[in-house]
């Protein structure tokens, strides 16, 4: 089993930066794909980012691109989505999602992913 906890989402201005954090315990091994994704309301889950949990490999979107990272701290068993110059259409519920991924496959749908976390609210204001 793994958990998943997210931390880090808040209230922030147009053009502001987060960083989001989830903290992974349980059995995480090396080819486990982990993802954000988010939810705003009334809309579908949508895919942000991935990687892999031994580094090396990551998928991110066009929305995030240049303005979203994802990046891991195995020591700290930590993935974190470092968000910056930020949009009110990026206000959601941010959700992390894990699951086995062997060959380093992309996954991006909501659906594919078998762990997740309980999700923390980012609100960008105009």
């Known amino acids: 089993q793994v958990q998943l906890v997210e931390s880090g989402g808040g209230l922030v201005q147009a053009g502001g930066s987060l960083r989001l954090s989830c903290a992974a315990s349980g059995r995480m091994f090396n080819d486990y794909l982990v993802a954000w994704f988010r939810q705003a309301p009334g809309k579908e889950r949508q895919f942000v980012a991935s990687i892999i949990w031994s580094g090396g490999v990551t998928y991110d979107t066009d929305f995030a691109k240049g303005r979203f990272t994802i990046s891991r701290d195995n020591a700290k068993n930590t993935v974190y989505l470092q968000m910056s110059s930020l949009k009110p259409e990026d206000t959601a519920v941010y959700y992390c999602?894990?699951?086995?991924?062997?060959?380093?496959?992309?996954?991006?749908?909501?659906?594919?992913?078998?762990?997740w976390g309980q999700g923390t609210q980012v609100t960008v204001s105009s």
């Open positions: 999602a894990a699951r086995p991924s062997p060959n380093r496959a992309y996954y991006y749908r909501a659906m594919e992913y078998d762990y």
